[in-house]
């Protein structure tokens, strides 16, 4: 793997960028590597190299797979590429397609080394190996911290303890009234929307923390700093203050808790793990540490397994709702909805009047397409705490799977004013606007939503289907193959591209497009848009009998199937390709002078156009001069 990478670094030798991104996804500093990849693609989207790199940057294997194919989709013969899809099981296993190359020794290799065949160790290497450096070492780093504890001690000013308030998780709240439809009033005092905490008719009572233990009265004016720290949201200083309390209490599992905690809201989650760890190490029966090691591990890397944390967390305490409720969060974002209910009951009763415990009901019901539910829970979570921004987002979610485009609107206008960087919000923002017929202002909406997030499905659907709306095709088609990928099984999308594959005359992929949408077409409006797309299709390849047959089926449609436009241009399709002769037999009954005269007319294909042998047209007239044509469509 090395060696292929490193070719492609050397044909971009001059590329500063890059190779400053492929340093940084080296060191680990994924963040930093996939920002610098990200503005590489925005100036040569077709760089498979690039591709291959993006695809170890992004977290999960959906993402890789997008990039992969992309980058073997620029470059066919790309092996690297080719064997990351075999290894995600994109692609089948192939004997041609050799493994990465090791540059390094094998576990088991190391192990057979000789004591007089390894390397000598050097730098603070060598100072580790050596047991005599090291007691030195240990030995002034404990007289060090001794007397920094000793004379701090000593001229530290006495204070008079008072009662303290020992930070713990995010709090819920009692009933307030609801914002939705609410008009915010301006203030100066604020830059940007009016905070909501401002629109409260009475402030937040917040529940108690998860365990208040007497305090040494010698860390009362730390336990202050910590609690002001807290409040202003100044992690640093909030650790440094807890740190303190730490060396005057080393035996309070709830002071590297609450460490962890905040290494974890300042996202140094190894960090946040190492403290959550001490506190067990110090009370083995601590479950709310399990619980923060969980939340820990799926921030950093959303595709964590982390069940076992949470089943030790409810073991050591089956009374803590938020393990439940956190649970419940982690079944719903993988379509587990049923298990996430289950928990949801759990923390209900544990967490009575919970707007987070509402608003997770209404995304598992979301998840079970049950939106309905997923409306009242969501309004409810509303009602409870009007603060919690996320309801707002999940509520015009709702709306816009309702197609209540207008409500939706109303919901996501209030929360990307407070949020600017949440790509979906604006995703379901640029499709409303786009359901509403305001394909300007939906552009813009989309184009900021796949400006936050290149990998924004949704926002490339519906900003496809706005192109197809403006007619620049080209745009369209770009952004529609790219959603089609996530979404085969739209019969909106098959149907845009279809209309973009027509006008930039690529009838043979619009056929296939077409014949792809009519196995998701589920209405008669379905159906017509078939027939009509197909039929134009054919005509173009030249193969008339089946225009004919396609233009036919459009009309034997009710009218109410289609538009007044559609029919009378279906109409003037067929008298174009068909001309319709009729032709008398005159058939002698035995009883005198009686005749029968049957009329039948004959589909005749415009001159010099191809004919397929496969498609038959029948028509059986019910009386002399009307005909009623019953087409076959082709199996």
Known sequence: MTEEFNQGDDDNGTNSLFQEAVDALKQGKKARAKELITLLLKSDQNNSTYWVWMSATVDNAKERIYCLQTALKLDPENATAKRGLIMLGALPADDSIQPFPLNRRRAWEEKLILDHEKPKPKGMQAVRSSPILRLSGIALISMLICGGAVYGLMTRPRYIPPNTVTPGPSPTYSPTPTLIGAVAQPTASFVGPTPLWMLLAETYTPTPVYINTPRDPLSSDYMRGARSSFEKGNWDEYIANMQQIQLLEPNSADISYYIGEAYRAKGDYDEAVRNYNNALRINPNFGAAYLGMARASLQRNPNEEVLDFYEAALRLDPNYGEIYLDRAIYFAERNSSDKALEDLAQAEFLLPNSAMVELTYAQAYIKKKDFDLALIHALKANELDITLLPAYLIIGEVYVEQKNFEKALELLRIYTSYDSENAKAFALFGQSYYSQGEYKQALIELDHAIQLDKFQWRAFLYRGLTYVELEQYAKAESDLEKAYEQYPDSFELSIALTRSYYVAEKYGSAFLQIESASSYGKTQQ?????????????????????????????????????????????????????????????????????KTATFTPTATPKAGSKTATSTSITATPTAPFTSTATPTQKP
Not at 526 to 547: C, F, G, H, I, P
Not at 573 to 579: A, D, E, I, S
């Open 526 to 594: 379905d159906q017509a848009l078939v027939y009509y797309w197909r039929a134009l299709t054919n005509e173009k390849r030249e193969l008339s009998a089946q225009a004919v047959l396609d233009w036919q089926l459009l009309l034997s449609l009710p009218a109410s199937a289609m538009t007044p436009e559609m029919r009378k241009e279906a109409q003037q399709h067929l008298n174009t390709l068909v001309t319709v002769t009729p032709t008398a037999t005159v058939t002698r009954t035995p009883k005198a002078g009686s």
